[in-house]
T-cell receptor, first 114, second 111 residues
């Protein structure tokens, strides 16, 4: 069974903390993605990576950075967490080949910043 | 990115077929049409995708219009477990490979 695993299901952090959200996939996928999901705003792409050490900004990259040192792991970093970053964060992965291949999602991390 | 338009919500009855429409009038010749769904409190899951021809798998069927400006996801016999938000997404065959989600259709299944 294919798997995208996010390190935490629920996380509570304080304002100003540095936060790491980890995502691991076991399918040798080239592409990995980070989204956030908020009521009424849907899923919005933060960053994606199409290879190790390669990244591209999505629609809402401000306040976030990412790291992909190994093919299987894609980390989302909140340098200084703020309350407006309270959200559901979803990680996904897919093979290269663009539209020919499907994406697989993790279960999500619900982050609360207090 | 080419856009898709879906109804905000739809309702159907258990054990009946469901046809979920999607308009994508600005689709390019190399865009694949993908469908995903998101069950409550879960991440999205892949349903089906196609390019030009109709496609079938164990979950659903995808009917693509001849001009490719619209498509329909067909659930042949809906169950209560099919209640979810369904997303229609266009994904280029090459170049930027990101998945861009719209608002989707919230499907309610009545027992």
């Amino acid at each position: 069974d294919v798997k995208v695993t996010q390190s935490s299901r629920y996380l509570v952090k304080r304002t100003g903390e540095k936060v790491f959200l980890e995502c691991v996939q076991d399918m040798d996928h080239e592409n990995m993605f980070w989204y956030r999901q908020d009521p009424g705003l849907g899923l919005r792409l933060i960053y994606f990576s199409y290879d190790v050490k390669m990244k591209e900004k999505g629609d809402i990259p401000e306040g976030y950075s990412v790291s992909r040192e190994k093919k299987e792991r894609f980390s989302l970093i909140l340098e200084s967490a703020s309350t407006n970053q309270t959200s559901m964060y979803l990680c996904a992965s897919s093979l290269g080949g663009g539209g020919r291949t499907e994406a697989f999602f993790g279960q999500g991390t619900r982050l609360t910043v207090v | 990115d080419a856009k898709t338009t879906q109804p905000n919500s739809m309702e159907s009855n258990e054990e009946e077929p469901v046809h979920l429409p999607c308009n994508h009038s600005t689709i390019s010749g190399t865009d694949y049409i993908h469908w995903y769904r998101q069950l409550p409190s879960q991440g999205p899951e892949y349903v089906i995708h196609g390019l030009t021809s109709n496609v079938n798998n164990r979950m659903a069927s995808l009917a693509i219009a001849e001009d490719r400006k619209s498509s329909t996801l067909i659930l042949h016999r809906a169950t209560l477990r099919d209640a979810a938000v369904y997303y229609c997404i266009l994904r280029p065959s090459s170049g930027a490979q990101k998945l861009v989600f719209g608002q989707g259709t919230r499907l309610t299944i009545n027992p």
